[in-house]
Structures are given as structure tokens and as C-alpha cells.
Nanobody
Framework: QAQLVESGGGLVQAGGSLRLACAAS????????MGWFRQAPGKEREFVAA??SGGDSVASRFLISRDNAKNTVFLYMNNLKPDDTAVYFC????????????????WGQGTQVTVSS
């Protein structure tokens, strides 16, 4: 049974940084498309970043990377803003395109990120 476990969330001031981690078991992150999503209270889930099995990444403000040896995917978030406050979820799927369309094979349970002004 595949499992994704997120960590690294917390409370940070605006302008600060966080590194989120998604530790996988039961799957190999290097053979999957891996992505990060977020959901703020009262809002729909939003795509944040993704990385393909080949290492190509898609992201707007943040940086996604993968450590195959640790079977872990990271999200580096700099210059955080209060609007970045949300629960951040890790997902694994067949392709970045499918992840961006909201289709995934596995989801983590999320980690809370709160950015204070």
C-alpha cells in the first residue's frame, strides 16, 4: 500500500521560508510524477508544483525537487505571503499533465502552512 507523508509545515512570518517534505513508501518517487497542491479554507484545491519522472518541473513561485535516494519530494517556499496559508498536500500520479488536471493515484494527508502578516 502506497503512502505519502508530508512534513515541514508550520507558522512563519510573511517573507519567511519553509521546506516541505513528502516521504513516500510503497512507490518510487523517481518513477512517478509527483506534485504539491494546497487548499485554503473555503477555497478549492490549487495546483502548486509538480515534477515528472524525468525530472522536468512545473512551478510558479516555489521550487520542487526530488531526492531519489530518500524517496522524498521537497517543496521550497520562499518569500511567503499570508495568501499562501493553506494545507499543502503531496500527490503521486502517472504524469504531470494528469496531476495538473487534478488526477492522481495517491494523496498525502497534508501539512498546515500558516503565514502571519
Amino acid at each position: 500500500q502506497a503512502q505519502l507523508v508530508e512534513s515541514g509545515g508550520g507558522l512563519v512570518q510573511a517573507g519567511g521560508s519553509l521546506r516541505l517534505a513528502c516521504a513516500a513508501s510503497g512507490i518510487t518517487v523517481g518513477m512517478k510524477a509527483m506534485g504539491w497542491f494546497r487548499q485554503a479554507p473555503g477555497k478549492e484545491r490549487e495546483f502548486v508544483a509538480a515534477i515528472s519522472s524525468g525530472g522536468d518541473s512545473v512551478a510558479s513561485r516555489f521550487l520542487i525537487s526530488r531526492d531519489n535516494a530518500k524517496n522524498t519530494v521537497f517543496l521550497y517556499m520562499n518569500n511567503l505571503k499570508p495568501d499562501d496559508t493553506a494545507v499543502y498536500f503531496c500527490a503521486a500520479g502517472r504524469s504531470v499533465a494528469e496531476l495538473m488536471a487534478g488526477t492522481s493515484e495517491y494523496w498525502g494527508q497534508g501539512t498546515q502552512v500558516t503565514v502571519s502578516s
